[in-house]
């Protein structure tokens, strides 16, 4: 258990990294109303200090009743900055066709990541496919028009080639509690090995759910899925806890003589779908498909065997306007600071990606031990 003080400056620091009156803009949806978003996707730097963000652009649409109702996750996008993250400007776009493989064709783009390695650069994008079916004995319940999301991977050397990379399927599973596997992301542990969270759902789309593979430094294939490392909370994350990202806690401060621990960002909520409030109660966001708000968690090193919520009871992070919703945090750290991404909710319902930017200065005024 971690003491008070640390649980404090732990939400100071991720409550100033999701700063939601200092975010700003940096990729708007298609069109500004319910619906509509971009993000679902990271920002990562290369050698020579060009920022490169991937995300997708979502049209209204609903999973659950299949293609026939809006066009949702229509295209992939790769943006490029040249001035640390002052504009963007697109350098790359996947559509749907683009993202086949094989006989399975890709019904809608969910999320994506960028990863550089020594050899050039990777990309892992999920999509709903089609003529992948429910398993055995479960049929009745793949809805028509409907599909099962699995994870691919572009290798490529530059950002350009992965444009006419191979695209290769990483991640799929067959297992009713795990059937959907969706929205890759990366964190790189301290011994070189390579951690590539994603989302799941079950057959029946009754929760969201976190899981892992690892690949050893310098090896090529991940280890078998671990899907249980991260269990749903009690409270406001009963149907959903979702990770998107992960992050080190800099040993400064409070934290300057203890073990290393790392930050886990989480979306989550009450229902998969939107609950109805009794009049009398508190009206507050309460998060569910689409429309999650965000929640913060801690492990000790690289472990994801016993993580501590600091969100246990009621959720961290929630837009100020709109429905609420803030979520697939993404957080790059620099040499000079911390550029974090999320999808934010507007006054118009729209998502647009949003960025805040915080300094190494601030983020170690916030962990000393006299401030906070």
């Known amino acids: 258990m971690l003491s008070t003080q640390v649980r404090e400056k732990l939400i100071l620091f ?38 490169f963000l991937v995300g997708r652009y979502r049209n209204f ?3 659950r009743t299949g293609l026939g ?40 783009i969910e999320g994506a990541a960028l990863h550089f390695t020594t050899d050039g650069v990777e990309l892992f994008v999920s999509t709903e496919k089609a003529n ?27 950002i350009a080639g992965l444009a006419d990379a191979p695209i290769k399927t990483i991640l ?30 079950p057959f029946n789309w009754a ?16 280890s078998a899925p671990v899907y249980d490392y991260f269990p749903r909370g009690y409270t406001w ?32 909520g009450e229902s998969m779908r939107d609950l109805d409030e009794h009049k009398q109660a508190i009206s507050r966001p309460r998060g569910y498909s689409c429309e999650e708000i965000g929640g913060l968690a801690v492990a000790c090193g690289n472990e994801t065997e016993s993580i501590e919520r600091l969100s246990a009871n009621l959720p961290l992070f929630i837009s100020p306007v709109g429905k609420g919703t803030s979520r697939y945090v993404d957080v790059l750290e620099t040499d000079q600071g911390y550029y974090v991404t999320w999808e934010q909710s507007q006054d118009n319902l729209s998502q647009p990606l949003v960025m805040n930017y915080l300094s190494k200065e601030e983020a170690e005024s916030i962990l000393s031990t006299t401030n906070g």
Not at 132 to 154: A, D, F, H, N
Not at 207 to 222: C, D, K, P
Request: hydrophobic share 35%; charged share 20%.
């Open 237 to 268: 994350d009963v149907a959903i806890s979702r990770a998107t990202a992960w992050l080190h806690v800099p040993q400064i401060g409070v934290f300057a003589n203890q073990p290393l621990l790392t930050l886990l960002f989480y979306d989550g």
């Open 69 to 108: 109702v809006g066009e949702r996750g229509l295209e992939l996008a790769i943006f490029q900055s040249s001035d640390r993250g002052k504009s963007f400007k697109k350098v790359l776009s996947f559509q749907k066709s683009d993202l086949n493989v094989g006989e399975r064709e890709a019904l809608s």
């Open 172 to 201: 799929e599973c067959r297992d009713p509690q795990w059937l959907h596997v969706k929205d890759p992301f990366i964190c790189e542990q301290a011994n070189g090995d390579l951690l590539l969270g994603f989302t799941t759902h």
């Open 132 to 158: 992948l079916s429910y398993p055995t004995g479960l049929e009745s319940y793949q809805k028509p028009g409907t599909g099962v999301w699995t994870i691919e991977r572009l290798q490529s050397k530059t």
């Open 14 to 51: 991720g409550n100033a990294l999701i700063d939601q009156k200092r975010a700003h803009v940096v990729v708007e949806p298609m069109q500004g109303k319910s619906g509509f978003w971009f993000g679902g996707g990271n920002l990562v730097e290369d050698q020579v200090g060009n920022l």
């Open 61 to 63: 649409g609903d999973s």
């Open 207 to 222: 929760s969201s759910n976190s899981a892992y593979v690892l690949r050893a430094q310098g090896q090529e294939e991940f």
